[in-house]
């Protein structure tokens, strides 16, 4: 059985780190904190809504690839095969593509032919229309009218090598993550997913890898929150008969 892992998501303003719910800055953590904690992985997301990828965020990438000695995949705003290059040239091991793949689902192609299927995570964002039933939403927004589980095989044919399962509605609310939304993606899909959006506490994250398949959880607000790094959560879940990343 392959090991569980756990990914410390950052999302970054204009250079400086965001809690996602409302966008609220948290200068605090701004790049320093991260060698507290021990992540398997790294997820940098760009959510300024002016100037995508700016200089000042590719420098913010540079850091965490100078300093972290950890898979970094980056994202937010990739909008052309060029975006990707220059995000790998700054030091990202994997791209995160999202809104950009509705109307071009062959960037996809184009990056994992030549960097790998490996090296493209795709991200996709649900909302809940009704019971157990899910619409892909594009910049929390657009209503596509696609179903997850039909746009992942998408993303999957074209090419994509992890998807990034992220409840909306979840996302932000410390209330624990979307467990139907994941089992019900997780069942029909052959690649590994990832789980973002609602983990408030480490009982969250057992929840979550004990009653769906999911591959990792990604964890971001809840460190704005508590001093307690991943550690702590890694020896949670052990106790739980989890297994998990050392």
């Known amino acids: 059985m392959l090991k569980k892992r756990l990914i410390l998501v950052l999302t970054f303003n204009d250079g400086v780190l965001f809690r996602t719910k409302k966008f609220i800055p ?26 995508k990828l700016s200089q000042k965020f590719l420098e913010i990438v540079k850091y965490f690839s ?31 593509l999202n809104s950009s793949t509705y109307k071009n689902p062959n960037l996809i192609r184009k990056i994992s032919k030549v960097f790998g299927s490996q090296s493209v995570v795709h ?38 090598g992890e998807l990034l399962i992220n409840s909306i509605d979840n ?47 990604c964890t971001q607000n809840i460190y704005h929150f508590t001093n307690e790094s991943l550690k702590s959560a890694k020896e949670y879940l052990k106790k739980n008969k989890v297994q998990i990343r050392q």
């Open 171 to 217: 996302d932000g609310s410390l209330l624990g993550y979307d467990l139907e939304l994941v089992d019900l993606i997780v069942k029909k899909i052959n690649v590994p997913c990832l789980a973002l959006g609602g983990a408030g506490n480490w009982d969250h994250i057992v929840q979550l890898f004990k009653k769906t398949n999911i591959s990792a959880a």
């Open 123 to 160: 991200s996709i964002d649900c909302k809940k229309i009704k019971k157990s039933k899910y619409e892909v939403v594009i910049n929390n927004t657009f209503k596509t009218n696609l179903d997850p589980i039909q746009w992942a095989k998408i993303a999957i044919q074209n090419g994509c």
């Open 26 to 51: 948290d200068y605090r953590y701004t790049k320093n904190f991260i060698d507290l904690w021990s992540a398997d992985e790294i997820i940098l997301l760009d959510i300024s809504k002016k100037n």
């Open 66 to 96: 100078l300093n972290c000695f950890l898979p970094i995949s980056v994202g937010g705003g990739v909008r052309s095969f060029k975006d990707a290059v220059n995000l790998f040239k700054h030091g990202a091991d994997k791209i995160v």
